[in-house]
């Protein structure tokens, strides 16, 4: 049975420190903001080799652990609609993006699918949104 629950995260404190601070500074700082990690994640992803993806891989699957101990703090049984249109809500919709392509650039196809579908049951606006070219 699916849940009506709709969460809508808490501000991010570390939100306004991204745009002129050093994304490893901020996120060494803030390392419970899923945001931080899935910036990590999306600049690792902007260059297409074997390290990056991994890299990339290991700040989106932090990101997304992060965001998931806060969506149960927010009262998030597991299903429910996570809005993109909520600001706050984009680290962890981010995470979850980033996850998927850098699974799919390291082979783990199972994820990258898994991780996909959970985006779009979660926000298709976030879903469409970050995988619009």
Same mark, same amino acid.
């Given at each position: 049975?699916?849940?009506?629950?709709?969460?809508?995260?808490?501000?991010?404190? &570390?939100?306004?420190? !991204?745009? @002129?601070? /050093? #994304?490893?500074?901020?996120? +060494? =700082?803030?390392?419970?903001?899923?945001?931080?990690?899935?910036?990590? &994640?999306?600049?690792? !992803?902007? @260059?297409? /080799? #074997?390290?990056?993806?991994? +890299? =990339?891989?290991?700040?989106?699957?932090?990101?997304?652990?992060?965001?998931?101990?806060?969506?149960?703090?927010?009262?998030?049984?597991?299903?429910?609609?996570?809005?993109?249109?909520?600001?706050?809500?984009?680290?962890?919709?981010?995470?979850?993006?980033?996850?998927?392509?850098?699974?799919?650039?390291?082979?783990?196809?199972?994820?990258?699918?898994?991780?996909?579908?959970?985006?779009?049951?979660?926000?298709?606006?976030?879903?469409?949104?970050?995988?619009?070219?």
């Amino acid at each position: 049975m699916a849940s009506n629950v709709t969460v809508r995260l808490p501000e991010d404190p &570390a939100a306004p420190l !991204l745009e @002129d601070s /050093d #994304l490893l500074e901020v996120a +060494a =700082a803030n390392p419970t903001s899923s945001l931080c990690w899935a910036a990590l &994640a999306e600049q690792a !992803l902007a @260059d297409d /080799d #074997l390290a990056h993806s991994l +890299a =990339a891989y290991a700040y989106a699957r932090t990101g997304y652990h992060r965001g998931l101990d806060a969506l149960r703090r927010n009262g998030w049984k597991g299903t429910g609609g996570i809005p993109w249109e909520h600001e706050p809500n984009r680290g962890f919709l981010r995470s979850l993006w980033a996850l998927s392509v850098a699974a799919g650039r390291i082979g783990e196809t199972d994820e990258q699918e898994r991780c996909s579908q959970f985006l779009r049951d979660s926000s298709e606006t976030a879903y469409q949104e970050l995988a619009a070219p």
